[in-house]
């Protein structure tokens, strides 16, 4: 069976011509006996290992170590072969690979038993020859993938929505084996390829700190390293302890909380107070964990781009919604305390003109005559009267309350210049809540009296044809009723079917009411929902490189003239007397799409509004009509907080200052990496195209 070979090959090998005598490093990622992947990472020259070749073995599994526990499952961090200009050398193998001195022989003449690759070059980089299970293969179909080396904070590669078929940008026509070697390719073996070059700057930079023993002293006894880490230390210092401040005062209202004197305050701030009480337990618990947050970071997420990028990325949606939520609350904060004058004169008018104008006036209309419909005089006056006189108590109510409104305001203005616009915004709904409590209450009532009558005239209609309800398998079965049931039966319907307009003006009249209040409320919840769940870091950083958002990969064709198959010793391209053939080649560049911004957003909307759908709003417009009370609520799915924190107040204080410290010093080390590695963007692909 003709075998085949897929070489991933980084970009800027293809311009490096200065090499001599150099060592190829990656991965071999084996998917049968007849087709292998080799991910090239980085070349080293053979001169740097003179010193440390005696040590070859040890640094390599040491770098292996370094890599993501799910690479090291599947392959192993090593030399994949020779690296050299086409020059014919004295030191030169029967096969083409050059000898290596001391311990390198010794390393090669093992790795030879399994893989081993030589690949040279004259303007491009082409294979020579493979060991291949400890023999030369020379009848193979090579794909040539060039790939730019992922770096973070710039790009890397993702699997997702990959499809081989329906991504691949051909413009060129494909050899058959192509298709056959990307069909035949499981999606695991390919996840390990994306993984091992996702992975090959963080395996270039942990190889050089091996080997090399790079010297840092210099940057460490550094004057700007020592302002650096006096300010850090500073700073730490300084958060930590309004941290520790806060984290007292928290523990120390959840402690008065657990007091039997103080539970009947707890037990009504919860239902009083129910959504404020939500949204600070959220912010609170964002607060209290943000040393947690700067703690979490693995060495997974550090050896690999798309690991780091990803953890980065959670890292920043927690402080980029608080930095969101504390703007706004500190824009209608303030708006608030500079006009809190005009905002009570606001609401004093507000309040009079909507119970004037619309309860008082609507109770007395409906008393009448409403629309030219003729109602019960009797019953319509009974609920009116009621309805007049719950206004009236509330209002007097609300007079005696009116000097705290000057103070409400401010306390609005407050919370959402401390904890944000969501704790503002939702201890609004609560004051809307409590100061629309009698129309609430007069809903309840009336929508009591509207529903009972609605299922004492569907149950008697059940009566009149024979029927009735079979609650256990929720169908109506027929039923003999009596004669004296029947009578029972007429003589209440009739009134009830009579009093039923009267009733149903005085539902819809404060059904809309109270919908209305509901509504506001709703949109308010909506709007505290889309503030926590909008993913402000990832809008900015798409909108600066979108190429952090990698979505699949696909491969542009290239053209490529010759044969990768190429020795100088002709009879190294016959196998058993077979007359020589010519191998295929295809070269291609490996290429991402990217998500758009509705693709990024959409999973955080999806989650917030999972608990709505088609099929509750029909149930609750149904419910309206048979009397049930429309949902106050609409039923988003905020982030679960945090679990509470408990620990002495030392201890949490040397936890934030560590994680400042720590994270301060690995987000230093970490930039220096990656930033020494930045891949040198004058450097091009032959007739490459840039999506």
Known sequence: MKRKCRIWLPK????????????????????????????????????????????????????????????????????????????????????????????????????????????????????????????????????????????????????????????????????????????????????????????????????????????????????????????????????????????????????????????????????????????????????????????????????????????????????????????????????????????????????????????????????????????????????????????????????????????????????????????SASFFIDAITFATFHIMALHWAITLVYSHQIQALAALWRLFSGRKLNPLRQRLDSYGYTVKQHVVGSLLFTPLLLLLPTTSVFYIFFTITSTTMNSICMLIELAISVIHATPYAEIMIWLVRRKRFPCGIWFEMEPYGGHILESSDKSLLKEDNIPEKKSSLMVSNLRSNFLSLGQILSPHYTTIFSGISASSLTTSARGVLNGNRMPSKLGLDLAPPRPWMHMPLRQYWILCHDSIISSAKNGFNHDFSWKKNLPNTSQSWSSSQDF
């Open 12 to 423: 800027q090998l293809s311009s490096t011509n200065d090499l001599t005598h150099s060592l190829l490093f990656g991965w071999f990622v084996c998917n049968s006996s007849s087709c292998i992947d080799i991910v090239v990472a980085f070349v080293s020259d053979e001169s740097s290992l003179s010193n440390g070749g005696s040590r070859l073995q040890e640094i390599l599994h040491e770098t292996n170590e370094k890599m993501p526990s799910t690479l090291q499952d599947k392959t192993a961090f090593t030399i994949l072969g020779s690296y050299d200009k086409c020059l014919t050398t004295d030191d030169s193998l029967s096969c083409g690979c050059h000898r290596v001195d001391g311990l390198l022989e010794d390393f090669r003449n093992d790795s030879v038993r399994d893989y081993w690759i030589h690949m040279e070059f004259h303007s491009s980089s082409r294979l020579h020859h493979i060991h291949w299970n400890g023999e030369i293969v020379s009848l193979c179909d090579v794909h040539v993938i060039v790939y730019d080396t992922p770096v973070f904070g710039s790009h890397h590669f993702s699997l997702s929505f990959w499809n081989s078929s329906s991504q691949t940008k051909a413009t060129l026509k494909k050899p058959k084996w192509v298709d056959d070697i990307h069909k035949r390719q499981p999606l695991n073996e390919m996840e390990t390829v994306i993984l091992s070059i996702n992975c090959t700057s963080a395996a270039k930079i942990a190889y050089k700190k091996i080997s090399m023993q790079l010297e840092t002293s210099s940057r460490n006894f550094s004057i700007s390293y020592l302002i650096s880490s006096l300010t850090w230390r500073l700073l730490a210092t300084i958060l930590g302890s309004l941290s520790t401040l806060y984290y007292s005062l928290t523990q120390f209202s959840y402690l008065l909380s657990s007091f039997s004197i103080f539970s009947w305050v707890d037990i009504a701030s919860r239902r009083v107070l129910k959504n404020t009480l939500i949204n600070f337990r959220v912010r609170s618990s964002q607060i209290l964990h943000w040393p947690i947050f700067l703690e979490e970071i693995d060495m997974m997420s550090i050896s690999c781009v798309e690991h780091a990028e990803k953890a980065a990325l959670q890292r920043h949606s927690t402080w980029s919604a608080m930095a969101v939520d504390l703007v706004l609350g500190n824009l209608i904060g303030l708006s608030l305390l500079f006009n809190t004058e005009s905002v009570c004169s606001w609401l004093f008018n507000f309040a009079k003109e909507f119970t004037n104008d619309i309860l008082r006036s609507g109770c007395v209309w409906l008393m009448g005559v409403p629309a030219g419909f003729k109602l019960n005089t009797e019953l319509a006056g009974v609920l009116g009267m009621v309805s007049l006189n719950v206004i009236q108590i509330w209002s007097t109510l609300w007079v005696f309350m009116a000097s705290f409104i000057f103070y409400l305001i401010r306390v609005i203005a407050i919370l959402g210049i401390t904890f944000g616009a969501t704790v």
